[in-house]
Antibody, heavy 118, light 108 residues
Framework: QVDLVQSGGEVAKPGASVKVSCKAS????????LNWVRQAPGQGLEWVGW????????QFGQKFQGRVTLTRDTAINTVYMEVTSLTSDDTAVYFC???????????WGQGTQVTVSS | QAVLTQPPSASGTPGQTISISCSGTSSTVGSNYVYWYQQLPGTAPKVVIH???QRPSGVPDRFSGSKSGTSAALAISGLRSEDAADYYCATWDGNRWVFGGGTKVTVL
């Protein structure tokens, strides 16, 4: 069965960076884009970006361009999201989600809490 | 400020039918498929409608989706207590995925 397992919560200081992982299993890793979506406390969903695990190509929401890096390791079916220059506005739960061919997200990770605090 | 517009809340009694609207533009809802996600408290979202009106396997047929022009809607018929959740619409605008602000459904 398809499963996306994310790394544990992170606490970071303003200006620092965090790196969150998402390990996929139960399907061919290189066949589906993986997206990152975040949710600030009490707020709605916001798309961060996606990575094509096959080619490594990426695309980001405008506000994340230049501050977020998505990478993958096909040997261990894992994608990584690194966010730099953190501010308190980055405090959120970050989800990875598999994008099905034709669009939409059919499987989601459990979420990773990132807290930015001095 | 979410790109797609949803009402912040909707409510109904058990057995009733409620509808949640999702308004966009010609370049968002008007040109692309709309997806609906249900989020129970403290959990990851789950897709309940994809490609405007398609129900994934395992989603009850009480959930239905529709789209007309630049607006879409999610209807829940035979409302049940377990339907209490936040619901988000989403679509691709050619460059990015965009979401509605979410609608909190309360079962009275």
């Amino acid at each position: 069965q398809v499963d996306l397992v994310q790394s544990g919560g992170e606490v970071a200081k303003p200006g620092a960076s965090v790196k969150v992982s998402c390990k996929a299993s139960g399907y061919t890793f290189t066949s589906f884009f993986l997206n990152w979506v975040r949710q600030a406390p009490g707020q709605g969903l916001e798309w961060v970006g996606w990575i094509n695990p096959n080619s490594g190509s990426t695309q980001f929401g405008q506000k994340f361009q230049g501050r977020v890096t998505l990478t993958r390791d096909t040997a261990i079916n894992t994608v990584y999201m690194e966010v730099t220059s953190l501010t308190s506005d980055d405090t959120a739960v970050y989800f990875c989600a598999r994008e099905i061919n034709g669009g939409g997200f059919d499987f989601w990770g459990q979420g990773t809490q990132v807290t930015v605090s001095s | 400020q979410a790109v797609l517009t949803q009402p912040p809340s909707a409510s109904g009694t058990p057995g009733q039918t409620i509808s949640i609207s999702c308004s966009g533009t010609s370049s968002t809802v008007g040109s692309n498929y709309v997806y609906w996600y249900q989020q129970l408290p403290g959990t990851a979202p789950k897709v309940v409608i994809h490609r405007n009106n398609q129900r994934p396997s395992g989603v009850p047929d009480r959930f239905s989706g529709s789209k007309s022009g630049t607006s879409a809607a999610l209807a829940i018929s035979g409302l049940r207590s377990e339907d209490a959740a936040d619901y988000y619409c989403a679509t691709w605008d050619g460059n990015r995925w965009v979401f509605g602000g979410g609608t909190k459904v309360t079962v009275l």
